[in-house]
Nanobody
Framework: QVQLVESGGGLVQPGGSLRLSCAAS????????MSWVRQAPGKGREWVSG????????SYADSVKGRFTISRDNAKNTLYLQMNSLKPEDTAVYYC????????WGQGTQVTVSS
């Protein structure tokens, strides 16, 4: 049974950092492309970042490029999103997603950037 469990969200001041984690079970994370997607209040889902099967290629939305870093730990079967220089417009529920096209979603973790 495939499960994706995000954690690491919270309230942070502008300019701060957070690291999101997505613990995967029921499949081998390294064998699938993975991504992070967010949904801000009142808006649709927005793709944030992706990592390919080998992990050698990563991609980012222009809005987060240079501030966010996607990575994974194959031994822990966990996907990460390091978020630096956070802005109020980064406030959203962040989801990790398996596959391309996506076939499984996590439950999401709330990130709030506010002073």
């Amino acid at each position: 049974q495939v499960q994706l469990v995000e954690s690491g969200g919270g309230l942070v001041q502008p300019g701060g950092s957070l690291r999101l984690s997505c613990a995967a079970s029921g499949f081998t994370l390294s064998r699938f492309p993975m991504s992070w997607v967010r949904q801000a209040p009142g808006k649709g889902r927005e793709w944030v970042s992706g990592i390919n099967i080998g992990g050698g290629r990563t991609s980012y939305a222009d809005s987060v490029k240079g501030r966010f870093t996607i990575s994974r730990d194959n031994a822990k079967n966990t996907l990460y999103l390091q978020m630096n220089s956070l802005k109020p417009e980064d406030t959203a529920v962040y989801y990790c997603a398996k596959g391309d096209p996506v076939d499984y979603w996590g439950q999401g973790t709330q990130v709030t950037v506010s002073s």
